[in-house]
């Protein structure tokens, strides 16, 4: 009997045995984010994902036929997912040199079995930080206006641009030198909401996230935006929300709100997106022409939306609201290829075009649009009809100028000296500055706010 009762007893520890054996997980591996390149000291964050968790990790490093483990984690747990942060580089692994590596990354199961899993990531070694040179000139800015300046890059550098507080622009060739040129200029924006006090600072960033920064030459004039106060009556509500927000729940001014904020921010970052889709060379010829009719708003227009008395939101309008006549002719304030022609939320009915090196102009709440995708438009050409789609409560059109996804005050662009003095004179292209000066700036209603606006 006692021999029985051996027997079952160990067929049952052989039976529990081979289930958590061959029941037993690899770890998964993952980095949490791409590495290509490390530097002087490279973060490197793996994830490991086990059904029992992970015994042990390591990350060993192999360069020249040497190989050294810079990072280990003998702790067992049970936890299913874990992820192993450590640094790479020069400052930690000083057999490192300039060229190619690998990185190879194990880590054991914790479980009866133990299984093994073994990654390989093949890594570039750079430890020269790239340099970056600003040019000498003396850059006048408008807040909230744009600014352009040539840079000189050096090293082995992968991305550059201009940075002013959390915005960013890139960088273009400068014009006909090859997409690779070291000769760059930044077009960028010094966004309404950055303090005056912010110093824009040129950068260069190789892949190993080594970046050097600079300064140059700045004169900031800084600006007073206007305020403004909408009584919201039920009829513009009740519009709004049943255009935008037909299947919401609540009250109407609580999703007007909702509307007025997080569609807003949302069509706001899908314009943003759009800001890669540009061209290396400019479109456009001469002066941006203002679309004809009354300016029912002004750029960065701080509102207030009060209604029965009671202040419930705020919002920035960036661009300008334009009025005349019911569905009156929207044309193209110059050449461009359109990028974007479709329902864009808050925008409604909404054009985009592309000018190049990343400018863009934007027309919103149109009734018709009589464009697409790709198709190439001539300065004036009409393009549509405007209206009172998306958050408007009258027959109008709203326009933008964007620089780097940035909307800027499209004032700087109606002034063919403006143009001339801060963009042209800098970027060294005789074809695109003949092209771009040809014609005579428009007569318009704001030539007054031209002149405050023109350094």
């Known amino acids: 009997m006692l021999k029985y009762v051996v027997a079952v007893f160990l067929a049952i520890v052989l039976l529990v045995f081979g289930f958590v054996w061959f029941t037993g997980k690899k770890v998964d591996l993952k980095l949490v984010r791409p590495v290509t390149a490390v530097g002087t000291a490279t ?28 990072y280990a984690d003998n702790t067992s747990s049970a936890q299913r997912s874990r992820i192993y942060t450590f640094p790479v580089g020069k400052k930690v692994d000083e057999f490192l040199k300039d060229g190619p590596a690998r990185l190879i990354l194990t880590a054991a199961s914790n479980d009866m079995r133990g299984s093994t899993t073994t990654i390989s990531q093949a890594l570039q070694i750079i430890l020269r930080a790239p340099t970056v040179v600003a040019d000498g000139m003396q850059h006048y800015i408008n807040q909230g206006g744009a600014e352009l300046v040539t840079l000189d890059l050096g090293g082995n550098w992968s991305a550059a641009g201009v940075r002013v507080g959390r915005y960013s622009a890139g960088t273009f060739p400068m014009p006909g030198q090859p997409d690779n040129s070291s000769h760059r200029f930044s077009l960028f924006p010094f966004p309404w909401d950055v303090s005056p006090d912010t110093i824009p600072l040129a950068f260069a960033r190789n892949d190993a996230g080594t970046e050097v920064t600079t300064t140059f030459w700045v004169k900031l004039f800084p600006k007073t935006f206007k305020t403004s106060n909408i009584e919201l009556k039920d009829e513009n509500l009740q519009k709004v929300v049943g255009e935008l927000d037909p299947d919401g729940s609540g009250s109407l001014v609580d999703r007007f709100v909702k509307i007025n904020r997080d569609l807003r921010k949302a069509n706001n970052d899908q314009i943003y997106q759009l800001r890669t889709n540009t061209v290396n060379r400019i479109l456009w010829s001469g002066p941006f022409v203002p679309i004809k009719g009354t300016r029912e708003s002004f750029f960065a227009d701080r509102r207030s939306y009060y209604y029965k008395g009671k202040k419930v939101d705020e919002q920035v309008h960036l661009g ?67 209206g009172a789609t998306g958050m408007a409560f009258g027959d109008h059109v709203h326009f933008s100028m964007l620089i780097a996804g940035v909307q800027v005050n499209p004032i700087e662009w109606w002034d063919e000296h403006w143009i001339r003095d801060r ?14 000066v040809q014609a005579p700036p428009p007569a318009s209603p704001t030539e007054h706010a031209r002149k405050r606006h023109r350094h």
């Open 43 to 70: 973060t490197v964050s793996v994830q490991a994902d086990a059904q029992h968790g992970t015994k042990y990790f390591s990350a060993v490093l192999e360069q020249n036929g040497q190989s050294q483990t810079i």
């Open 320 to 386: 300008f609201d334009l009025a005349q006549t019911r569905n009156m002719p929207v044309t193209a304030a110059n050449s461009g290829r359109v990028i974007f022609a479709d329902r864009l939320g808050i925008y409604g009915n909404c054009i985009i075009i592309d000018h190049g090196y990343s400018l863009q102009t934007l027309y919103g709440h149109m009734s018709r649009i009589d464009v697409k995708v790709g198709d190439s438009v001539t300065k004036e050409a009409r393009m549509g009809a405007s």
């Open 423 to 436: 963009i042209l004179s800098k970027i060294g292209s005789p074809q695109d500055k003949a092209a771009a």
